[in-house]
């Protein structure tokens, strides 16, 4: 079950919080569920984001924010190995720090929508690679973590 969340743009977690690296848990779709999501979407415009997973807001729950798809409980398929650099930032990072990340070309995700339905979609490019970086925060990675070689 989602916790409870009221209607106001959260503060979003920084960097050296230990509640980043809490890793994230399966979500049940509730009412409680559609307003936490509200709020990610109102707290990422507010920040200028383009994703946004709930932990970052303190939420340690598998949802998260890519562009205009909402992913809860979320699994990554990687079928194809090519691999592209992505010049990636976090909100949750200070002084807007950059880092250059290696991320999967193409991948799918199989996922449940904000309408409770189930889906699996292909996505590739930039949008493959705003998921990939979403998807780690469930397990508690940040970019910092990511080996750039």
């Known amino acids: ?36 999501i509200a709020n990610m979407k109102e707290t990422m415009m507010k920040n200028g984001g383009v994703g946004l997973a709930a932990i970052q807001i303190g939420v340690p729950r598998q949802v998260f924010i890519a562009y205009d798809n909402i992913f ?6 990687i079928e194809d190995e090519t691999q592209i650099y992505s010049v990636e930032g976090c909100l949750s990072l200070p002084n807007n720090l950059q880092r250059k990340v290696k991320r999967f070309q193409k991948i799918s995700v199989r ?31 940040l970019i910092i973590d990511k080996d750039n070689q």
């Open 1 to 36: 079950m989602c916790l409870e969340i009221n209607g106001r743009p959260k503060k979003i977690l920084k960097y050296p919080n230990s509640r980043l690296r809490v890793p994230s848990e399966k979500c049940e779709f509730s009412e409680n569920l559609i307003k936490l």
């Open 111 to 141: 996922y449940t929508t904000e309408r409770g339905e189930q889906e699996l979609k292909e996505f590739d490019g930039q949008e493959a690679c705003v998921i990939q970086h979403e998807f780690d925060h469930l397990k508690g990675v």
């Open 72 to 77: 809860i409980n979320p699994e990554l398929i």
